[in-house]
């Protein structure tokens, strides 16, 4: 048994309950008994009414509900740091196949270290087969590489069988290209291939041991990876196996203008009505990213209470644009906030991703909707927390939820000065860093300390991983980059009519006449 | 007589030389001697022609041209960290009229420090007079602020004669409000008042006393502040006064949809073809924010010779939109780049402003542009320096121009991994941060060393500020906040048909149909 206080000037307990406020208690406290918390209240009463083994924080810090990121595909090492520069989704993906194969144990550490010292205490971890190894492994070792870090996870295995590498029949695309290079092609698909069945085992086994683990962090959800990319029978035995087995399920979804297209031009409708009418969309699906939304689209997302999982800095950086985020808030859909491994300064900061969020989303005009700080918040808490399956134990400071939680150093979040009347959700959004995060709890464990992860070596992880990096590239990494370079002209070509036809943006940011 | 040679594995001599790339030298090194580069070339080369007295940096450092913050207002403690929530442009400026007035000298300082330890050398300052204290004093203060900083600045007083609460005459607004407001406003208004002659006799003595000091760091430009605040004979004199003593000029422009619309409804045209049509426009003028520009405009400003000053953050921030930088650049525009002081992060970082810029000129599709690293680069360096009239001697890395250049550590950038395919100035535009900052140097002396400005004892700066600051609010600040809350219900107002014209954006980044 295990007991402790966790003391704030502020203790943030739940954004934007009514839109416009944040539930703040000044002076306040939270009471945890083994990880899950027991009262929130003034300081004083707090005391008063429980005997703790320690007393954390103090009168000088802020206490919030840990973040989640709503999206993410783990590494650590990014994308970018391995030599693929942004680019358009479609090709940049390509370019991600020459990666260098890397430790899955130690890279989940690393990026769990990442994100634990920014305040992220969930991820919603999707996981993209790697070529020529075993899913079962591979998995195995992600999932030891988060309960190390103790990172809370809701997990999955992104699922793709077709279209990969246009938006076109593989062999369809292959047919056209060179022989050396369809040869290549058709090699590299191969080490990437999953079976439908082996997928399906491998969810169930690890759904059926979560369940089973009351000690765990862990949950498993079912993932489609995108409508263009799976069968339509896939995407019904998904939400038969979702009903089944009381899963949720994450699905990438228009992304880019050209998934929108692949939609319009394959049904004569978009991806979003597809979904709709195969009666795939619930409120137990999760649709990363989001951006080529319709009117209509938006309207079918609230009707049938998916959440959409935002993501600005990889929209913008992988060319995707923006999610009409203000027009899906103005409906009533849940809108979450991930960075899908590529945050706006390649380090998966979600308060930086906040403050994004809520930049991105001021549109011009007093009339028009802005996003404030408290809604950019319950995007990465409360909101967030729903399609992880854990909406009832996380995202919320209040009794019989987890104790995940985040301590800031108040003086260094309002030096030099601050103004007495502003409120502390708007100081977090407009001047929070992770440098002033001191404590990091999940599940009552103190895992970050004066700012620094403790629960493991971090400084041995790095170590490790600048060794295994450090080595030469593999061969068949090599190849891959050639292959995917080789490739790049002919994906060009085959989508260079695409994405051509009128555009009336839902946010008037300029314009040319 | 001092000289020192400063080392780089890299040496970032000119940004986006050709669109595409850097000029870079690989183990390079700048030699400078009091405070002029006398040599920029390969280290082996500089250390065997040069006796220096100091070598600084090494070969795990980078060295790149000082940064330069094209459109700035001082500060150092924010509007919101004064208690001015972030809101529409025109609703914010008189929020901020309730700022606590401050110590000129003291926040010159503090905002001076806080850019050149990220990287910041030269700052353009466009002075906003304060009420009911002189102008020459306070300019003077500022002044000093900026040389005991050491900051190299471009320096303006921002004038403002008419439509100061809304874009319409203050008498014919005032008479619209209750007999008490307008007592109050018209108060507030007289003790903002700057006469003209006096504001071009500030300008005088300081153009010419700054012209003749050989050794100071400071430029004077004027600045009408905005087309509607402004007359246009006022706007013929600032030209005249330009010509006759070679000095820039630097002007906010249509920052607002508001302010475009001013311009419709006024002229019938936009502000941008009434400044043409004045025969305003030239290489000399610099133009803020410049968020609503038309094709039309942009046309016009390419064929002047223009710069526009980009302001990405604020631009967010105040609900003003995304200036079409891809459409600027593509015409030839000189773009250079500033925080406004209310960078995303509201702190003035330049690192981050670039990178902000980097990821929003990001345009869906992949036949549409996108601002490369290089170009971010070269909007806060090469572009920058234009309209400082300083573009023969800062932003470049070159023999003759000042030594002004920033040390960052390589290890810190790269860290954990970076892959040996990747361009240093892509690294810098995805990874840097202030911190990764080592050294920076202005005019041959190092003012940061470690990381830690060094030139003042910056703690003692802060101390003096939290002092200042913590004294009671005075009650003419109080009544300002007042004024300005009574107002602002008058003023949305106001706006209320404003601004309700069809748009066609620039920027396609989502699609409601």
């Not at 000037?9 to 839109?19: M, N």
């Not at 590299?188 to 690890?206: C, D, K, P, R």
């Not at 409708?269 to 597809?274: A, D, L, R």
């Not at 899906?328 to 945050?343: I, Y």
Request: aromatic letters at 8%; proline letters at 3%.
């Amino acid at each position: 048994m295990s007991t402790s206080i966790i003391r704030g000037k502020y203790v943030i307990c739940e954004a934007a309950v009514d839109g416009q406020s944040s539930r703040v208690i000044t002076d306040g406290a939270v009471f945890q008994r083994d990880g899950v918390i027991e009262a929130v209240g003034a300081y004083d009463e707090i005391k008063a009414a429980h005997q703790a083994d320690e007393e954390l924080g103090g009168s000088g810090y802020v206490v919030m509900p840990g973040l989640v990121n709503a999206h993410h595909h783990g590494r650590g090492v990014s994308t970018f740091q391995n030599g693929c520069i942004d680019d358009c989704l479609e090709t940049w993906i390509l370019a991600g196949w020459g990666r260098r194969p890397y430790d899955h144990y130690l890279m989940t550490l690393f990026t769990s270290i990442q994100m634990i010292e920014s305040g992220t205490t969930t991820t919603m971890y999707n996981h993209a087969q790697t070529p020529a190894t075993g899913l079962a492994d591979d998995v195995s070792e992600v999932l030891r590489g988060f309960a190390d870090a103790g990172m809370r996870t809701a997990f999955s295995v992104y699922f793709r069988e077709r279209n990969r590498v246009v938006y076109q029949d593989d062999e369809q695309f292959i047919s056209g290209l060179p022989g050396d290079l369809a040869g290549s092609l058709r090699q590299f698909l191969a080490a990437v291939n999953l079976s439908e069945e082996e997928y399906f085992s491998v969810f169930q086994g690890l759904h059926q041991k979560y369940l089973n683990d009351s000690d765990s962090r862990v949950t498993v959800l079912l993932s489609p990876s995108n409508v263009q990319w799976v069968s339509d029978e896939f995407l019904l035995r998904t939400k038969d196996e979702a009903t089944r087995t009381d899963a949720a399920i994450h699905i990438h979804l228009v992304e880019s203008l050209y998934q929108k297209e692949y939609g319009l031009r394959t049904w004569g409708h978009t991806p979003v009505e597809h979904l709709n009418n195969l009666g795939f969309l619930g409120p137990e699906v999760s649709c990363a990213h989001s951006v080529w939304l319709t009117d209509q689209d938006i309207d079918i997302l609230a009707q049938t209470g998916a959440t959409v999982c935002h993501n600005p800095s990889s929209n913008l950086r992988l060319k995707n644009g923006i999610a009409p985020v203000n027009a899906l808030l103005g409906k009533g859909v849940n809108v979450a906030l991930g960075t899908d491994s590529t945050a706006l300064n390649d380090d998966d900061d979600m308060i930086q991703e906040m403050r994004l969020a809520a930049k991105l989303h001021r549109q011009p005009r007093m009339d028009m909707p802005a996003l404030n700080s408290h809604q950019a918040l319950r995007l990465a808490t409360t909101n967030a927390a729903r399609p992880t399956g854990l909406q009832d134990k996380i995202g919320v400071l209040e009794p019989g939820r987890f104790a995940d939680l985040v301590l800031l150093d108040l003086d260094a979040l309002t030096d030099p000065y601050s103004d007495s009347g502003i409120d502390v959700v708007d100081m977090l959004l407009y001047r929070g860093k992770a440098s002033h995060i001191d404590m990091v709890m999940i599940q009552g464990e103190v895992v970050v300390k004066n700012g620094t992860f403790i629960k493991m070596d971090k400084e041995a992880v790095l170590r490790e991983i600048k060794e295994q990096f450090a080595r030469p590239m593999e061969g068949r990494a090599i190849e891959a980059k050639k292959l995917a370079q080789g490739l790049t002209p002919f994906v060009e070509e085959f989508y260079k009519d695409w994405g051509k036809s009128e555009i009336t943006p839902h946010y008037g940011f300029n314009s040319r006449v």
